[in-house]
């Protein structure tokens, strides 16, 4: 139970944000090749009752009583690793964490926006950030790898639709992966749309953690430049997103515990992890009894190792 709820974390939009993990392990509508945890074990569209509410209210209520004032969180993200909308009782949720008196995000890949009773529940959510990765259909069958019965037209138009009765702050983050959507009329097409949803920022992100398809890797530098470029020119309030949050991770105290629920969501930096370490006063053999262990694995990606939790279903 305790990995439904991890952090606070150092979080690239939202400063530092407590996570809410309300779906099983990969259980998602897409299975991107990007994915930071993994290949999705189930693609599904059907919502359905994961944890209760109630649980997780309480799990987050626990975490933010021990927490100290320096370590408080600016939001309560709803951020699992998996779809969050495929959760049936998602705005109960969504209603019961704002009683805490912190802002409320949530973290969608925007699949399931043309149902009604997922607009009805993400109407209530303070900030969401919504994955548009691109407008060509078969680009997002190759990237996002959707589930067969899902539509990105349907989808493109009801995000449009949302944005009209929506009050709180909508973003967008668009990945941009080698060889499949960075080309000048791709990234135009998605600019082109964008700029009819007027997001309050839209992000342009890279893979800075290790894929879930091995053949998936970011553009070079030249790429990231021509998309800002072509966003901006669409008027867009356009940033990188592929900035590496820093390593201010907070302490439990329990140094296992942390590790484990921040990597099942979130492959953590070896620098970051030492931070952790240190303030935990673990030294370098607890990690590599945990690695011995096959909880946790070392990976090497971009010139960096990051410490990511090993799933054993
Ligand atoms: S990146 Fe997000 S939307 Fe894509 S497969 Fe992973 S969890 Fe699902």
Not at 45 to 72: A, C, G, M, N, W
Not at 261 to 287: G, Q
């Amino acid at each position: 139970m305790d990995e439904l709820v991890f952090g606070p974390v150092p979080s690239r939009r939202l400063g530092i944000s407590l996570g809410v993990n309300n779906i099983p392990h990969k259980v998602c509508s897409y299975s991107c090749a990007y994915c930071q945890v993994g290949k999705s074990n189930k693609i599904q569209i059907d919502r359905q009752v994961f944890y209760s509410p109630e649980t997780l209210t309480k799990l987050v209520e626990q975490r933010l009583k021990k927490l100290k004032h320096q370590d408080y969180p600016s939001y309560i993200t709803i951020v699992p690793n998996g779809e969050p909308t495929l959760d049936i009782n998602l705005g109960k949720l969504i209603e019961n964490l704002k009683a805490f008196g912190l802002p409320v995000a949530v973290i969608t890949n925007s699949s399931l926006i043309h149902r009604d009773d997922v607009k009805k529940d993400l109407l209530n959510a303070d900030y969401l950030s919504f994955k548009i990765d691109t407008v060509n259909r078969n680009t997002w069958k190759q990237i996002n790898k959707p589930h067969r019965e899902l539509l990105l037209g349907e989808c493109l138009n009801a995000l449009l639709s949302f944005k009209k009765e929506y009050h709180g702050k909508l973003i967008t983050e668009t990945m941009l992966i080698k060889d499949k959507n960075e080309s000048d009329g791709e990234l135009s097409a998605t600019a082109e749309f964008l700029q009819q949803l007027k997001p309050s920022i839209a992000y342009l992100s890279i893979p800075t953690r290790p894929p879930a398809f091995k053949d998936t890797s970011p553009p070079n530098e030249d790429i990231l430049l021509k998309a800002y470029e072509i966003f901006n020119w669409y008027c867009l309030e356009v940033k990188y997103l592929s900035v590496y949050e820093g390593n201010e991770f907070s302490s439990s105290g329990d140094f296992e515990k942390d590790l484990l629920s921040i990597t099942a969501v979130h492959p953590m930096r070896i620098d970051a992890v030492k931070e952790l370490m240190l303030k935990t006063k673990i030294n370098e053999i607890i990690l590599q009894k945990l690695v011995d262990e096959n909880k946790v694995k070392r990976i090497r990606y971009q010139n960096q190792t990051f410490i990511v939790r090993t799933f054993n279903e």
